[in-house]
């Protein structure tokens, strides 16, 4: 039965290429836009990882002279004590001060302008931030206003090459400062800024010999870690109620500060590129539709021209469930040959598309499966009307048709 079929298709090479062509070009559109697809969500996730968990960045207000207003972060509305302050609040994991700016960093011949992030030991616990190398400063080169630093990949790479930059001295500002550690690498964050061009100094080096303050103790933001993700809420709302009586904010008047939850931020990035994955994927599956529509219309065409021959084969003894076996093979066969096809081109697709934009792309085993089976029951799906209208055709009519 299976060699029938296969004589019959061959008979027509031609056309069953062209019934093939709709699913080789329906699968291979689904695999090559699962495949963006996947990897723009593994990208994102990966982006939340290194960004770090349940976190919330709370930037100072912002000044107004004459009128004009500064952007946030440029006011002096939050400190230290609104950071230890919130740390002790229930649900609040550590909060880390923050003072950052930029600077032009010089070792030997070689300089490089990177971000400098004066903050405490905190820091790396509230941003999941590992030490590569060497030892992260401590509570006392905080209080001593020691000139320690840690570095980023970026900017090692920069300033040092493949040397080890731990224990080497560069300075900033004129002012010379000992590598600790090497920070392990991040990668880019969500806004496309490269996390690991960066150097870490204590808070209190930055205030007082880096950046200086308007005002003693007075810090640009402070980044908090919620516990857990599902009391985010609870701690949004107690860090805003703890800050305005901190602030002396009576009912009715502006919060001076601005809070941004992260994790939130994060996650409607990822459901966002979860949707748009989704959309690709069915927009590809309309082209499967297609290729199953073409399947019918040239099976129907074929039970036509060859309306005698299945005449012929009932005289002499077949049977309803033979012709419907034989033309429902030939559609199997056309759909499989054309997935298996599809699969090769998508893959290969998605290859050249990684090669070429430097797109993120995973093929995965899911994706290959999905659009193989979906494939296979749309060409089957679509046969299978054919291959009855055959099965049922009349022998004395069949053998008179001409």
Sequence with gaps: MLGEAWRAMGANRLRTLLTMLGMVIGVGAVVLMMSIGEGAQYAIKQTISALGSNLFILRAGYTSTSGARSGSGSGNT????????????????????????????????????????GTTPTYFDARSWTIASGSAFTASDVRSATRVALIGKTAAQNLFGDDNPVGKTIR??????????????????????????????PLTTAQRQVFGTQFPGSVRMVMVKAATQEIMPTVEKSMIELLRQRHRLREGMENDFFLRNLTAMADSAAESTRIMSLLLGAIASVSLLVGGIGIMNIMLVSVTERTREIGIRMAIGAR??????????????ISVVGCFIGLLLGIGGALLVNQLTDTMVIISGSSVVVAFSVAATVGIFFGFYP????????????????
Excluded: C
């Design 78 to 117: 939050l400190t230290v004590e609104d950071a230890d302050a919130i740390a002790e609040l229930p649900g609040v994991e550590s909060a880390a001060p923050i003072h950052p700016g930029n600077a032009q960093i010089v070792y030997g011949p070689n300089n490089w302008n990177t971000s400098i992030i």
């Design 172 to 201: 900033i500002q004129q002012r010379p400062f000992v590598i600790l550690g090497t920070l392990a690498g991040k990668g880019q964050s969500m806004d496309g800024r490269d996390q690991d061009d960066t150097i870490i100094i």
């Design 320 to 333: 309803e469930r033979d012709i419907l076996t034989q033309f429902l093979l030939e559609a199997i066969i």
């Design 387 to 402: 291959a009855r209208k055959a099965a049922q055709l009349d022998p004395i009519e069949a053998l008179r048709y001409q």
